[in-house]
């Protein structure tokens, strides 16, 4: 295993292969952008435009190539699978966990887009005439289409991986763990170290683009609350310099108390907002229009996603689609990542589903409040400066909305405080990735490492602005998508392996053996199921059951083993009450059983004419079978020796059965595949 993965003091997790040659290119580029900002700004953009023109189409293949895996996994057999042990639990509430992934992923660029969008797209649409019907209801199909499925299936697809490869097989949390079935061990050498790298600065320029876009809205703001505070660069690297300082206070407070708290801060802001838009805006066309867009939306999808305007080229697919696409890409090792870190114990088809649906219906109804609020005050109301002020600043769109809503300023101030949390969250949450990313994949690291990348996102920020605003930021986003897109391809391929692992495992299960729950156990076993069924033994019980039939049971079985030249090892850990026999065979079978002591509470029909007033009468332990793949949530007390022994030996049976079917074209070794289960199982 990996150095950085392993280690267990802070002071040890920087990996310097992956540290240094990113900040060396970070240092490089803010040097050379800081010594000549129109040289810069003209690089930029050359390569904004070669990028576009050349590889446009590699960027919406990709994008469709995530969604349709990501739904194909989700809603196969293996979207059964846990992101963690069998027995694994989720984390965090479905309430909790929504508000972090959607703060991280993309908060700030709703209030951005939300109605600077469906404007644009209305007086400059990319087919048709402008400023008609028409023109309207294409800007919305466009804003859903660009803050979609597709966006959260790419985020969802590193997200997947991420938490598969960790919390399934004990691999670091880290972006090569996802090529680990392609190229072995590999993945903790030069491959692997690059692989972190191209992460790293991708989720660099894409938190440098967001936190330009967010200080633009907040310098407009400030502006519209207080005019004399002007419109530039200045004010803007001002803020930068100001709220990165907030992202540092939370970034050092940790996960749970910095950022899962400003998450929740953020919904519960975010949800007042469209609450207030919604009631005194236009409140029956919203709801028509949501339901007619969603429908729209899910009708062209297909012709959008492979649409480039071959025959129609402009700069319009570049300044938009692949934009949106490419940073949402450089984005996804840090949303990607953050997710899986807030996912565990989650199934597949949860994570998918929780991950992509629900925030793409909470995106649709955003852009129909704000953006058909916007459409409808300039179509029927005649609101036509909205269209002029939003063309010359996209940043002032949302305020220039509250302008003929009432309690505007209040609403603005509100506005404001929003996109600070919003920044800061993305900052903190970004910082706390990428110094993962840097640490190989270390859990526990040190404060001035997160304090160093929160400001260092701060530093890229506020130089790329004064190389040329929102195009430098662009330009480094989209180029910046391009080597990761590949990574990204690389990793779906590798999961896609280890999942036919796991199908393997899975048919070893269910295929040609004994159950345990068949005849052949013995005479009695039905019996003593039945007693089991009914009666709930205490701690002392199933600790004496556990110290003697079972610890005979797994030494008979040992003894035996070693005469047939396996070797076997009993293992015992008195607290918590527990015994594991280990089996290997060479270097290609390394079997463990494990029966250990858990605790549960009473259930209702338990007794239910007696009161339990104290806390040990409200429970009872049970003797659980516990593999390599977590806990297998059966209980054997009260089953003697010949049963468990039948078990064991029924279980060994389905594992070599899982190594006889497994292709031995794989190249994960599957002694090590053992070892990381083993591990996934135990954290």
Known sequence: MNEAHTAGTPSSTVLLPVFIPAVVVIVLLVIGTISSPDLAGQLFSSSLAWITSTFGWFYMLSVAFFLVFIVVVAFSNWGNIKLGPDHADPQYSFPAWFAMLFSAGYGIALLFFGVAEPVLHYSAPPAGAPETVNAARQAMQIAFFHWGFHIWAIYG?????????????????????????????????????????????????????????????????????WPQVPVSVTVQIIAIVAITALAIFSVVAGMDKGVKRLSILNMVLAVALMLFVFSVGPTVHILESFLQNTGSYLNHIVERTFNLQAYT??????????????????????????????????????????????????????????????LHLIMNEGYHTLIDQVQADHAVALFKLFEVLPFSSLVSFLTVIL??????????????????????????????????????????????????????????????????????????????????????????????????????NGRGLWRRRLAGLVTFPDRGEVETFISTTVRKAMWRVQRELDKQGWHATLHEDEAPARLWLEVT???????????????????????????????????????????????????????????????????????????????????????????????????
């Open 157 to 225: 697809l590193v997200g997947l991986v991420l938490a598969y490869f960790a919390f399934r097989h004990g691999l670091p949390l880290s972006i090569r763990s996802a090529l680990y079935p392609l190229i072995g061990n590999r993945i903790y050498g030069p491959i692997g170290h690059a692989v972190d790298v191209f992460a790293i600065l991708g989720t660099m320029f894409g938190i440098a683009t967001t936190l330009g876009l967010s200080v633009a809205q907040i310098n407009a703001g400030i502006n519209y609350l």
């Open 313 to 374: 080229r402009s700069d319009w697919i570049g300044n938009w689609t692949l934009f949106i696409f490419g940073w949402t890409i450089a984005w996804a090792p840090f949303v990607g990542l953050f997710i899986a870190k807030i996912s565990r114990g989650r199934t597949i088809r949860q994570f998918v589903v929780g991950v992509m649906f629900v925030p793409t219906l909470f995106t649709f109804m955003w852009f129909s409040i704000f953006g058909d609020t916007a």
């Open 419 to 520: 996109i600070v949390t919003f920044f800061v969250t993305s900052s903190d949450s970004g910082s706390l990735v990428i110094d993962s990313l840097a640490s190989g994949g270390a859990a526990i690291t040190p404060i001035w490492q997160r304090v160093f990348w929160a400001s260092s996102e701060g530093a890229v920020a506020a130089t790329l602005l004064l190389a040329g605003g929102l195009g430098a930021l662009q330009t480094m986003t989209i180029a910046s998508a391009l080597p990761f897109s590949l990574i990204m391809i690389a990793a779906a391929i590798g999961m896609w392996r280890a999942l036919v692992i796991e199908g393997h495992h899975h048919t070893s299960l269910t295929t040609g053996v004994t159950s345990r729950l068949s005849g052949g």
């Open 585 to 683: 065979k060479d270097e290609a079978v390394d079997f463990i059983y494990e029966i250990r002591l858990l605790e549960h509470s009473l259930p209702h029909y338990a007794f239910p004419e007696m009161a339990h007033n104290s806390a040990d009468s409200a429970h009872y332990c049970r003797a659980e079978v516990f593999l390599r793949r977590g806990g297998q949530s059966y209980d054997v007390y009260g089953f003697d020796q010949h049963d468990i022994i039948t078990d064991i030996l029924d279980q060994l049976e389905k594992h070599l059965h899982f190594l006889h079917i497994s292709p031995a074209s794989l190249p994960w070794n599957m002694a090590e595949h053992d070892d990381m289960l083993r591990a996934a199982s135990e954290s």
